[in-house]
């Protein structure tokens, strides 16, 4: 499938709900494509919004539980110490308060969106995850050149050790399959259309677990991917959705269960971590890629090759400390939040435990800038450069329309590979100035001087 797919979001309000829709392109392998499904309202048809609104227009915004601006809170709960690191002396305690000052509103959400604490109610990410793993084929596509093993395979065991890796031990999601082909009712293309839709990706989902469930216990599970034969063409992508609304979720064993995810023919592209990709929207991150680049500002604009939210096959796939904190695998102490003064922070690289993860810097009720370091470990190994990596967040940015944005201090680098700070380099946005001091093996000693 060569055509790239722009991003369609539906949103409707029915007490609360949305619908995403949307593709990922990818530069360097046009072929692939990606879509999400999001709840929209209950029609009687398939698609219940005008299909090509390139953003949401309306929103359901759960409300925040916590105060998003600093308060008067001077005392800071986390000292962040210096892990490895002797030098520099860190901080005067004055200039940073509680993590609970860079807490952030979920401020448009679309059944993704970043918040933290994020929205409950959809796929728990701490703690073991139970995902029932089924397999569809068609009759004008049957899969009598692959066994389910083989399909399975892609995706196992590279998306449970993903996770347990940059969830520092604390998901354990455990893959259950039913290793049968299971036949459809219909012909590929017509669920290759219908997945598009809130309504027809809900419907595909409960038909396959309806086909399974004389042979499987639903009653414990907490998601449903289906992988459907990727030799089907018609079903070019695959997506996830998220159903926050109770009574329109999957039904089976007596259980509701708030989200889902289908394979299609682009799992032979992305492998594994696609998966990991798609359970990321059931657990409400948002997509970081440009939903509108084939407009020509790129679809890779935002955050380049950080995060698999952004570009699953980047150099540097491990997820934003942002994410971690929301997803509950950074704990508060883990943060450092700094609403004036001067700081100096060593901050410990995301891609290894402990110590502290993030420096943050509130910008507004529903944004803030964010510090982290990388190192070229782990699953960002292949990345081109380490260093002090620093990205707005903002709240108030639906999916695919730049909820967190690497900043650069090299223009000329629009993927934005040597971006991150190293020793003696700084960065200033608005009132908020990033030096890095030092570099270590543990990651970055920087200086922040908030005007
Ligand atoms: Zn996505």
Redesign the pocket.
């Given at each position: 499938m060569t055509t790239r797919i722009k991003a369609i979001c539906l949103i409707l309000l029915i007490g609360s709900l949305i619908s995403c829709t949307?593709a990922?392109p990818d530069p360097s392998e046009p072929a692939n494509e990606?879509?999400?499904v999001a709840p929209t309202e209950p029609p009687a048809t398939a698609t219940p919004l005008p299909t090509n609104t390139p953003e949401p227009t309306s929103t359901n915004t759960p409300e925040p539980t916590n105060t998003p601006v600093p308060t008067d809170t001077p005392e800071p709960t986390n000292t962040p110490e210096p892990t490895q690191t002797p030098t520099p002396t860190p901080l005067p305690p004055s200039d940073l308060v509680s993590a609970d000052n860079c807490y952030l509103p979920v401020a448009n959400f679309t059944g993704v969106g970043l918040g933290v604490p994020r929205y409950e109610g959809l796929l728990q990410s701490v703690g073991t995850v139970n995902a029932a793993v089924l397999f569809v084929d068609f009759e004008d596509v049957p899969a009598t050149n692959r066994m389910p093993e083989e399909v399975f395979n892609i995706v196992s065991p590279s998306s449970s050790d993903y996770f347990s890796q940059v969830s520092y031990g604390r998901m354990d999601l455990n893959l259950q399959p039913h290793l049968t082909w299971l036949r459809l009712s219909q012909p590929s293309a017509h669920y290759g259309t219908a997945i598009n839709s809130f309504f027809g990706h809900r419907d595909f989902l409960q038909e396959a677990i309806d086909l399974a469930d004389a042979e499987v216990d639903f009653s414990t599970a907490d998601t449903v991917i289906v992988m459907a034969n990727p030799d089907a063409e018609a079903l070019f992508k695959g997506p996830?959705s998220q159903f926050p609304v109770p009574g329109q979720g999957l039904f089976a064993d007596g259980v509701e269960i708030s989200s889902g995810v289908t394979s299609g023919n682009d799992l032979l592209n992305w492998g594994g971590l696609w998966l990991n990709?798609?359970l990321?929207?059931n657990m409400t991150l948002p997509?970081l890629y440009a939903f509108d680049g084939d407009a020509g500002g790129g679809w890779h604009r935002f955050v380049g090759p950080y995060s698999l939210?952004g570009l699953i096959s980047g150099s540097a796939p491990e997820l934003f400390a942002i994410e971690r904190w929301q997803l509950g695998w950074i704990d508060d102490e883990q943060i450092t939040c700094q609403t004036a003064g001067e700081a100096t922070i060593a901050l410990s690289a995301i891609e290894q435990p402990d110590g502290i993860k993030a420096h943050m810097v509130p910008l507004s009720r529903t944004s803030m800038l964010v510090v982290e370091s990388r190192l070229r470990t782990g699953y960002d190994s292949t990345m081109v450069q380490r260093g002090a990596l620093v990205y707005l967040v903002d709240a108030g940015n639906f999916s695919g329309a730049g909820p967190i944005r690497v900043l650069t201090h090299v223009p000329s680098d629009l993927m934005r590979d040597s971006v991150p700070l190293r020793p003696g380099e700084s960065l200033t946005h608005e009132n908020v100035t990033i030096t890095v001091l030092d570099e270590n093996d543990d990651g970055d000693i920087i200086q922040v001087t908030v005007e």
């Open positions: 949307k990922q990606i879509a999400e996830a990709h798609e990321g929207h997509d939210m």
